[in-house]
């Protein structure tokens, strides 16, 4: 079964720096697909980024961006420039490919707080 | 922009009750699922239904839980007798197509407190 690992419970960055937040995940599937979800507290889920491991460029949203090394199966994620309204709680996410896989596989999420 | 809907926020009930919880997922979905998170744990995959029939079930999903899509609007999900242990987040989310990378919507989430 397919598993996803995020280490860093909490994390910490000065507004306008960078911060990249890390996620891992098992599986002896050769095509899948990964997903950074953002919850905002209070408010839904949504997606920030997400990246097909067929593709081997990294994916990059405005100033989101990850790194997807997939032999280490890592996947992380880079967020430029934080802003105030980045913090949140991120969700790394697993989807297997195929027919009516259809569920995500989630990590356990890490707390990010900008500081002005 | 179209969002999920959850309702209740906030759930509390006792022990043995049957409970409803409801969504109004994005009107042109096709896709539903189910997903909950017990505090401080992951988000785990409940079901997915699709064209009125579930589609994938987790372990979790057992016999006391059921989903049903009403109406052309509402999707929920019933617990037929709470335990102490079904206190969750309970997310509801919709998809234009499953698989791939295509996007699931998430509603904010019902809270649910089994005392």
């Known amino acids: 079964a397919q598993t996803v690992t995020q280490s860093q419970p909490e994390m910490s960055v000065q507004e306008a720096e960078t911060v990249t937040l890390s996620c891992t995940y098992d599986?002896?599937?050769?095509?899948?697909?990964l997903f950074w979800y953002k919850q905002p507290p209070s408010r839904q889920m949504i997606l920030v980024i997400r990246q097909e491991a067929y593709k081997q460029q990294n994916a990059t949203e405005n100033r989101f961006s990850v790194n997807f090394q997939k032999a280490a199966k890592s996947f992380s994620l880079k967020i430029s420039d934080s802003q105030l309204g980045d913090a949140a709680m991120y969700f790394c996410?697993?989807?297997?490919?195929?027919?009516?896989?259809?569920?995500?596989?989630f990590g356990k999420g890490t707390k990010l707080s900008v500081k002005p | 922009e179209p969002e999920v809907t959850q309702t209740p926020s906030h759930q509390v009930t006792q022990m043995g009750q049957e409970v409803i919880l409801r969504c109004v997922p994005i009107s042109n979905h096709l896709y539903f699922y189910w997903y909950r998170q017990i505090l401080g744990q992951k988000v785990e995959f409940l079901v997915s239904f699709y064209n009125n029939e579930i589609s994938e079930k987790s372990e979790i999903f057992d016999d006391q839980f059921s989903v049903e899509r009403p109406d052309g609007s509402n999707f929920t999900l019933k617990i037929r007798s709470t335990k102490l242990e079904d206190s969750a987040m309970y997310f509801c989310?919709?998809?234009?197509?499953?698989?791939?990378?295509?996007?699931?919507?998430f509603g904010p989430g019902t809270r649910l407190t089994v005392t």
């Open positions: 989310a919709s998809s234009l197509e499953t698989g791939g990378s295509y996007e699931q919507y």
């Open positions: 599986t002896s599937e050769s095509d899948y697909y």
């Open positions: 996410a697993y989807r297997s490919q195929g027919g009516s896989q259809g569920n995500l596989i």
